[in-house]
């Protein structure tokens, strides 16, 4: 089994930086490419970042390139994601996401496990 936990979100000032975290336990080893996806409120769960297990392919949303950076630390099993220039629209509740396959693809239903969630919100 494997248990994904999100952190590092909060109430943030537009153009602002904020780095979450996603911390990984248990089968580390069933976990290959990891993505971040956000759901905002009234809209469907949509892709961010994901990363490949050496960190060596990432991929990131057209809507956020540029703001939003990608990264992974295997060795302390965590993944990141670097948010710049934070923005009232970034306002979301962020989750990771694993999965066995080293793609990371943009379709969440490619996933097989997920953490709960944290809260950004970015305030004007």
């Known amino acids: 089994q494997v248990t994904l936990v999100e952190s590092g979100g909060g109430l943030v000032q537009a153009g602002d930086s904020l780095r979450l975290s996603c911390a990984v336990s248990?089968?580390?080893?069933?976990?290959?490419?990891m993505a971040w996806f956000r759901q905002s409120a009234g809209k469907e769960r949509e892709f961010v970042s994901g990363?490949?297990?050496?960190?060596?392919?990432?991929d990131v949303a057209e809507t956020v390139k540029g703001r939003f950076f990608v990264s992974r630390n295997n060795a302390k099993h965590e993944m990141y994601l670097e948010i710049d220039i934070l923005q009232p629209e970034d306002t979301a509740v962020y989750y990771c996401a694993g999965r066995g396959r080293d793609f990371p693809s943009q379709s969440e239903e490619d996933y097989s496990t997920w953490g709960l969630g944290t809260q950004v919100t970015g305030s004007t």
């Open positions: 990363i490949s297990q050496n960190g060596g392919y990432t």
């Open positions: 248990g089968r580390t080893d069933y976990v290959a490419a």
